[in-house]
């Protein structure tokens, strides 16, 4: 455990020991057989979140995340022993240094001095699972749950300022910057999945056909503040902190919330290899409840601020504290006139305006599935293999099972493997049940 973490832990174990204290100096000493002191404190006792038979089969995962606030409940399990609490207190989770990093590692496996799975844009482990960006080597993965919704961004340079290009613009302003030989350079965290489409949906929902009129690149997040404040893009589209970060420090402007395109969007996931799964499944289930928690602790307002003090530590982050707390908060200053103080527009981890957060919608896997189509990422052969996966690679009925074993409120689980159609900012709409519509309706498309 890295010396924060384990300060954070043992900082925490000192309040459990402090809490049953003062329960025994107010006349009612713990209770042995309920357990009651654990109940005080529940969520950073070592198995204090287990019942008989549900031991683990090992006390170790290695689960990689990116840092952006996407991975701030993997890193809250950790560091707030809800990992422990399920009796899995070695697990380590690990800085990766991209995205394809990301993915090379959870190739090798832990085994291999990688990692068992972790933090996911979408469609990545169906990409994994199909050996698409795993050059043919196929690594069957488990879609376990939904880290977060909202909390990314369009950030754009500040020569573009006044000029306009907001959530929507005249996409002559992208004609003529063509015409004049200055093409907008727009960059991603990694190709083909949540920060491509982001930015590929924007562009083409305002009539800017990203492949004729813009050259796409890839940046990995960290890099963004650097690479655009010395000119190497016009735009891009990534996680906070980074899109808040560049307002901050006044290189450029946000042009739109991901939340702007579409509210309570799917965001990024957390996924693990099939292989590590199957052979531990008691493990499995510790690890997503512990998630589970932790993302329920994320959410609670109260929270925000220490998990901001948290997460900019140099070990996670390692940002100023200062740029994660509007993006937590709601509170956007997106640099060009338009100021946000709006709980429902920051980063969610546990409910949002259409119910969960946390649990994994099938709808949702295909509509990524869907927009892969739509840009030829996948062509129809490849969209209907990915298609017939959604039932294997997400474990939507694990997640049912894990919240009924945690006692999440029946209110709270999804009865539905589909959150039905979905509305983006341009009026288009998605049925889950009829992809083929909305692949019509879409006017800019490589199919
Ligand atoms: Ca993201």
């Not at 068992?116 to 469609?123: H, L, S």
């Not at 613009?169 to 727009?186: E, M, Q, T, V």
Request: net charge neutral; glycine share 8%; with cysteine.
């Amino acid at each position: 455990m890295p010396s924060f973490q384990r300060r954070q832990f043992l900082f925490a174990m000192g309040a459990v020991a402090g809490s049953v204290a003062l329960k025994g100096c107010m006349g009612n000493p713990p209770d042995e057989k309920s357990g009651a002191s654990k109940q005080s404190a529940p969520n950073v006792s070592t198995g204090s979140g287990l019942k008989a038979g549900e031991e683990p089969e090992v006390k170790t995962a290695k689960l990689g995340y990116l840092p952006i606030v996407e991975s701030a409940p993997l890193i809250i399990a950790s560091v707030k022993g809800f990992f422990a609490k399920y009796g899995m207190p070695d697990v380590k989770v690990e800085k990766q240094a991209n995205w394809g990093a990301a993915r090379d590692n959870v190739k090798i496996g832990s085994g291999g001095g990688g990692t068992d799975g972790g933090q996911w844009q979408m469609p990545m482990p169906y990409l994994i699972t199909d050996g698409v960006i795993t050059d043919g080597n196929k690594i069957p993965m488990y879609v376990l749950c939904q880290l977060n919704t909202q909390g990314n961004g369009i950030a754009l340079a500040n020569k573009h300022k006044g000029k306009n290009v907001g959530l929507k613009f005249d996409p002559k302003y992208f004609a003529d910057l063509k015409a004049s030989g200055n093409r907008f350079k727009a960059a991603y965290t990694f190709p083909k999945s949540n920060q491509e489409f982001w930015i590929r949906y924007w562009l083409a929902a305002n009539g800017v056909d990203p492949d004729e009129m813009v050259d796409l690149l890839t940046v990995p997040a960290s890099q963004t503040v650097a690479d655009m404040k010395r000119g190497a893009m016009d735009a891009f589209s990534t996680g906070d902190p980074w899109p808040n970060r560049i307002v901050a420090e006044n290189i450029g402007f946000i042009s739109a919330l991901s939340g702007d395109l579409w509210p309570s969007h799917p965001e990024e996931y957390f996924a693990l290899r099939k292989d590590w799964s199957d052979k531990n499944p008691k493990a499995t289930k510790a690890l997503l409840k512990a998630l589970m928690e932790a993302q329920q602790w994320c959410d609670n307002f109260d929270n925000r601020k220490e998990l901001a003090s948290i997460v900019s530590q140099r070990e996670y982050f390692g940002v100023p504290e200062a740029v994660l707390e509007g993006p937590l908060m709601g509170r956007y200053d997106m640099g060009e006139g338009r100021k946000i103080d709006d709980r429902k527009q920051a980063v969610l981890y546990w409910k949002d305006s259409k119910g969960s957060t946390s649990y994994p919608y099938q709808s949702h896997d295909l509509w990524f599935l869907t927009e892969s189509h739509r840009w030829n990422f996948l062509d129809k052969a490849q969209y209907e293999t990915a298609k017939a996966l959604i039932p294997t690679v997400n474990r939507e009925d694990i997640w049912k099972q894990c919240a009924q074993e945690i006692g999440i409120p029946a209110a709270d689980i999804p009865t539905s493997t589909s959150r039905g159609i979905e509305e983006f900012f341009d009026g288009i709409k998605f049925d889950p049940a009829n992809p083929d519509t909305y692949l019509k309706d879409v006017k800019i498309k490589r199919v």
